[in-house]
């Protein structure tokens, strides 16, 4: 667009042509927003003539999950219970994506309320894996990843509380950031689990993700989870060589249950760094281990508290012919939320209540800070540490949706990051015997983006995994 | 979890649920906790329990009053309003349940 071989209509027109030709197959996307954005982009298109600079996002279409709140389009968490629900106010990322000149094109699907590591949960029907149209796209943000994937926008966002972001972008071979804790405002995020969920860019190269998380990044006085301390200049250290780098390695990745092809692919990516001159390292993260348990007694107990609002009352779906007061929230929620919700509610309600809060969820808490503590001590020692992003490629649909341990179990690789605070992303890494991709995790210190995002850019500078896209249907 | 628990649990929650997914989430439910179980291998004596991954507490502003959402915008999305007012069924004289 800047060197005028493209306008900023013509690259949102061919954003929706591509969107409109993959939805019935991929069913990545909830709503759209033809008007507003053709608007917005006439508008970036008009300002471009009379010579003015342009914002760094400018014209650039992306898509968002439609668990953050615009007040174009419905918001529904892809859930029943939120109904035709539209909200009186933008979320802080969507605030920044417009100044920043950003086009959103329509919101993705999603497992609902992110609770999910397929997105075979959301209300609305699967996303379809773009490599694979029998597999999943992963979740709980499939829908943004097979946006990116399907290259139908070169950007999207994504949240993640276990793995959301990260283990999607792998299933689909795009990029997906999850960034420390507190880096990124909540603020119109529908809140999930409050202390682990971070909304992050996806994209298919690491240079646009140091771009978009440079615009989204920062403090936000209406999340006061959000850290005041403003946000580097993401892109300008990128360029820094490998060499010397301290790459971390723990045996609790790479045990049983690893698909082997998965864990050649990352086991190659982490010799290729070594051959660049980074120094690999041998750490212990003893804990890690209890993360899967850990995390679905606190995140369920959060949820459960967070999902309290969905009642009835305020807003969205509400039981038609109510007893009661009491029966009029036992109906709805009920009624509108989706089997998987109820069971992480139910469990969370459980996991927090008398005589069982000590037991449960107070023992997690603790295990929590042990998983922390292994953090702060192998980065002492490291710069990242490498590791698979799931121990599978994406599976078929239907596949472990009946078995929600099997499921939760997916995110095995993920979750302590989470727990944790701290900074990962995943990377294309190669491809298994089926075609599907794999994906190469690295994680880094709380706030430690800049040196995480210049490992994984100097990864690409050397392969190609993230330039290969799915056949054209 | 016996199926009693999972009922009782519901109720907790507020959340309205047939015969078979009581027997479904029992099963599945029991499952998991089972499975959280192994955290009791952990020895946690000692150890402070982190509910925050970051080291923040007590983030204040002033106390001014600041533009918020109108009484209209908040209303918005009402499945039943009237009077700049939510409308329920009546919550007094019920039975605490």
Partial sequence: MRSGDDSAEEVVRRSFDRLEALQSRYNAFLHRDRDRAFSLARKIDQRRAKGETLAPLAGVPIAVKDNMCTTFGATTCGSRILGSFQSRYNAHVIERLESAGAIVIGKTNLDEFAMGSSTENSAFGPTLNPWDATRVAGGSSGGSCAAVAAGIVPAALGSDTGGSIRLPAAFCGVVGLKPSYGRVSRYGLVAFGSSLDQIGPITTDVRDTALVLGVIAGHDQRDSTSVDQPAPDYLARLDRPLKGLRIGIS???????????????????????????????????????????????????????????????????????????????????????????????????????????????????????????????????????????????????GEKSSDPLAMYLSDIYTISANLAGICAISVP????????????????????????????????????????????? | MDEAAVRNVARLARLKITDAEAALFTSQLSKVLEYVEQLNEVDTRDVPPTAHPLPVSNVFREDVVRPSLTTEQALHNAPDRRDGFFRVPKVLDQESS
């Fill in chain 1, 429 to 473: 890494c190669g491809f298994d015997s089926q075609g599907l991709p794999i994906g190469l995790q690295l994680m880094g210190p709380v706030f430690g983006e800049e040196n995480l995002l210049a490992v994984a850019h100097q990864y690409q500078l050397h392969t190609d995994w993230h330039t290969r896209t799915p056949p054209r249907v």
């Fill in chain 1, 251 to 397: 045996d609790e990745y790479f045990g049983e249950g690893l698909d082997r092809e998965v864990r050649d692919a990352v086991r190659a990516a982490i010799d290729l760094m070594s051959g660049q001159g980074a120094e690999v390292i041998s750490i212990h993260l003893p804990h890690m281990k209890y993360g899967i348990a850990c995390y679905y007694l606190i995140a369920t107990a959060e949820a459960s508290s967070n999902l309290a609002r969905f009642d009835g009352v305020h807003y969205g779906y509400r039981t038609s012919r109510p007893k009661d007061i009491i029966d009029l929230y036992e109906s709805s929620r009920g009624e509108g939320f989706g089997e998987e919700v109820k069971r992480r509610v139910m469990l969370g309600t459980y996991a927090l209540s008398s005589g069982y809060y000590d037991a449960y969820y107070l023992k997690a808490l603790k295990v929590r800070t042990l998983i922390k503590r292994d953090f702060d001590r192998a980065f002492e020692r490291v710069d990242v540490i490498a590791s698979p992003v799931a121990p599978t490629t994406a599976f078929r649909v």
